[in-house]
Structures are given as C-alpha cells and as structure tokens.
C-alpha cells in the first residue's frame, strides 16, 4: 500500500518449497504500508491452483476468516477483523525501503493453510498461488475513505490481478503469472544475482510456490534359481543411474538384463526375485506384489520363498492364476539420493506343470497396492499423479489391447520398446511397476527297451 510515496525492494528466495502430497503449508502474508497515511485492509484474496485447496478445520483459517469463494473454490477470501486491518503509516521513512536490509515499513500478518491435493504437481510443474488485496482504502482524521480512481494507491489498483479474465480456467492464468514474474525479476544491488526481487503485477500482489517431492516405485523381476541352484548367467538388472539422474522429474531408470526364456525341464522349481526400487525422493512401501501365473506354472506351496514370503493364491480367472504377498508392507524403502537407488526384494518358487515342449512360458509381477505414508497413513498409488509414472494394480486394464498374458508379452517383443546393450536388453514394461520373466518348457521324454530273457525251468 503506497499512499502517497513510491513501492520499496522486498527480496526474498522463491524458488519452490518441496512439499509433501497431503501436506498442510501454512502462508504468510504481510502487507506493508509504504505511504504517509494510515492504510486500511478491507479484503485479501488468494487465487490457489488446482494442486492446492484450502485446509479445513485449520484453526489458521478460522481465526483469518478464510473463506473459499462460492461461485470458485480455487480463489479464498479474508476480510481482516477491524482490529487486524490497521496498517499505521510509517511517514519518518525517507527514501526507497530496503526490508531485508533492516527497513523499518510498518506491516501486518495475515496467515492462510492451504493442503496439498493427492493431483497436485500434475506435470512436474510448481504450484504457485497468488495473494492480492482486492479492496483497502486509507484514514483520514477517523474517516475511513475507500480507494478509487480519483483517490487511490500511488501505484496500483485494486483487485486487478485477473480482474480482466475469465476466471474459469484460474490454473493457465496463474502460470502466465508466475512466467512473467520470473521474466521480470530484478537485481537491485548491481546485478547481485543472490538478491533478487520479483516485482507483482502491481506491489499490492505477491506470489509463492511449491512443488511435490516426486514419489516413484518401479518393480524388477529375474530367475535366480532353476530347480534349486542358481542359474549361471545372472539375470540380476544392471541399472543406468545416470538416466534417472536426467529423467528424475518425470521419468524412470534404465535398468538392464537378460530376458531371454530359460529352459527348464517339466515338474522342476523356478525361483524368481522381485525387487522393488524406490525411484523418487520420499520413502516408499509396496504393501502387496502380485505375480500373475499362467498355466503350466503353478505356485510351489512347499517352497522355501513360498513360506518365507507368505505368498498366497487369490483367484484363478481366464487360465492365469494370481497370488500375492505382503511381505514388505512395513518396510520403508529409502529414496534415491542421486547416486544409489535403494530396493527390498521378494523371492517367490514356482514349479514347471507342461508337457507342451518349447512352450513359453510368461509370469507377470506387479506393485498392487503401494505408496508412502503422511503421519502413518498409506497415501495409495491408485489415484493419477501419486506415482509420477504409473498407477497400481492395472497391468491388464492400462490400454485395450493388454488384457492378458499373451497380449502383455506381444506388447513386449516389440522392436521399438527394447534397447540392447551387449547380451542385455532394456524392457521397460507398459508402467515401470511390472516387469516379466519366462521359461520354455523342456518336456521329459525317453526311449524303452523290452528284453526278454529265457529261463529253464
């Protein structure tokens, strides 16, 4: 508020806070006064983006008088209490304000808790919400006199922020915003580039931002034993950290290795190894794996990694057969720390049931149910925009043409969806929370001999 003077330099950091989906931020908002009179604060406005939503029961809020719009919940309103929208004039002041430096504007606070949705951070973008006053006037002797055109804040006008725009699409118009400020940046202390300040639209307007910790899981899978020993060529994947490095706001590692069929001879135990990576920058939990069966390989109830890993049968439906685990329900897997992708794994032991010879053989194993916890409690994957990259317990619903094993594995043998390296090969599955594995079946044949021997009796 600038009645009767020039606006002052505010420098102060923002580039995006890193928050939590499904925390609750609390703003700051002061209004300065700059002028020779005393200003008075009769409404702020604060225009939220879709990823934002004002936090209810927040005692904040209440003690604010924070109220969403009726006709737009994405824009909240305040009116200060008459005791709060006061701002005295602080008319000793001589030249431009240097606030960070020690200036002494007068101002008041006003606070705002705003929760961040389970869709914020949609495009790896932050999400910026935009604080105005909207109405305020000025006091002359114990009159209150609005603010108008003929007698108004020396340098701005209210309300004005969007006052011109179809509100309707808010989101667009914030992120215009918020490009324009960034264009508009100033450098007050010779080109200082550690001081900045981001001029508003006007100074009666100011922005802050946030932006999401990426949470990401992403699942492997490879044989490890054949009946019992372990196979000679690992098929443990190699991954290319430095991809995650470069992809790491909105996308996966490359992770290598083998997926050629492994030859494995009817009624013999397959062993496989699932592992969870945690691809994101927040702890993560897979509270349940699936691995989807087909026939000709059945879970080995008596198995070792059968019992060890509590892995049961759920349901059979269309020749596949799905068993499940949650043996890793209560173990955080640590986030990626740019240099080291942590991982918990499972094992699971399956046995060959096919006479059928050179029959391949595909098992799929997903993250059913995942997520990382708020105060305990499992924000789940099963929403968009949890997972950056994928969505739990969907492989065979993600698209029209994947409905089961086989069309999974079609999917997969595509040229254009694998990179070789070597003898290994890059599959990224249709989500990075599946992965395959697949055997060929080796029937047991062999020849007889009848040879009759006479006896004297």
């Known amino acids: 508020m600038s009645f009767g003077r020039s606006t002052a330099y505010y420098r102060h950091k923002k580039d995006p806070v890193q928050v939590t989906k499904g925390d609750i931020v609390t703003y700051t908002i002061r209004i300065y006064n700059e002028g020779y009179v005393d200003g008075v604060v009769k409404e702020i406005k604060d225009y939220l983006p879709d990823g934002l939503e004002l936090a209810k029961n927040s005692q904040v809020n209440d003690n604010y008088g924070w109220k969403s719009d009726t006709n737009n919940t994405q824009i909240i309103r305040c009116e200060p209490k ?31 808790e705003c929760k961040v949705k389970e869709n914020g951070n949609k495009n790896g973008q932050p999400l910026l919400n935009i604080a105005e006053i909207t109405n305020y006037g000025y006091m002359n002797d114990n009159t209150y006199i609005q603010a108008s055109e003929q007698d108004k804040d020396i340098d701005s006008e209210q309300d004005n922020v969007f006052s011109s725009n179809d509100l309707s699409n808010l989101d667009v118009l914030i992120n215009d915003h918020y490009n324009q400020r960034l264009l508009k940046r100033i450098y ?68 290598y290795h083998k997926k050629n069929p492994v030859t494995v001879q009817n009624g013999k135990s397959v062993t496989y190894t699932i592992r969870v990576y945690n691809e994101g920058d927040i702890e993560g939990y897979a509270e349940e794996i699936t691995d989807i069966l087909p026939t000709g390989l059945v879970l080995d109830e008596n198995g070792t990694n059968t019992k ?15 068993v499940t685990t949650n043996a890793l329900q209560s173990q955080g897997i640590p986030a990626f720390n ?18 059928d010879n050179d029959k391949i053989l595909v098992n799929v194993a997903e993250i059913t149910r995942y997520g990382y916890k708020v105060n305990n409690e499992l924000i789940e994957a099963n929403k968009p925009y949890i997972d950056r990259d994928s969505k739990q317990n969907n492989v065979f619903t993600k698209t029209s043409y994947i409905r089961n094993i086989d069309n999974y594995l079609d999917y997969e043998s595509l040229e254009d969806i694998h990179h070789n390296v070597g003898d290994t090969q890059l599959y990224q599955g249709f989500e990075d929370d599946d992965d395959f594995e697949s055997v060929k079946v080796k029937s047991i044949t062999g020849s007889y001999a009848l040879k009759i021997k006479k006896v004297d009796l």
Do not use: M
């Open 82 to 112: 008459n005791e709060n929208n006061i701002i005295p004039s602080n008319h000793s002041s001589v030249g431009i304000l240097d606030v960070a430096a020690g200036g002494n504007s007068i101002y008041k606070e006003y606070e705002i």
């Open 308 to 322: 060890e890993y509590n892995w049961s049968i759920q349901e059979t439906k269309e020749g596949q057969t799905y």
């Open 188 to 255: 007050p202390d010779e080109g200082d580039k550690t001081k900045v300040y981001y001029p508003g639209k006007q100074d009666d307007d100011d922005f802050e931002c946030v932006i999401t910790q990426p949470f990401d899981l992403a699942l492997r899978k490879f044989i490890s034993e054949v009946d019992g020993n372990t196979i000679t060529e690992s098929r443990e994947p190699v991954i290319n950290t430095n991809s995650l490095k470069q992809l790491k706001d909105n996308g996966t590692a490359y992770y």
């Open 338 to 355: 740019n240099e080291t992708i942590s991982y918990k794994e499972v094992k699971i032991d399956c046995k060959v049931q096919s006479n």
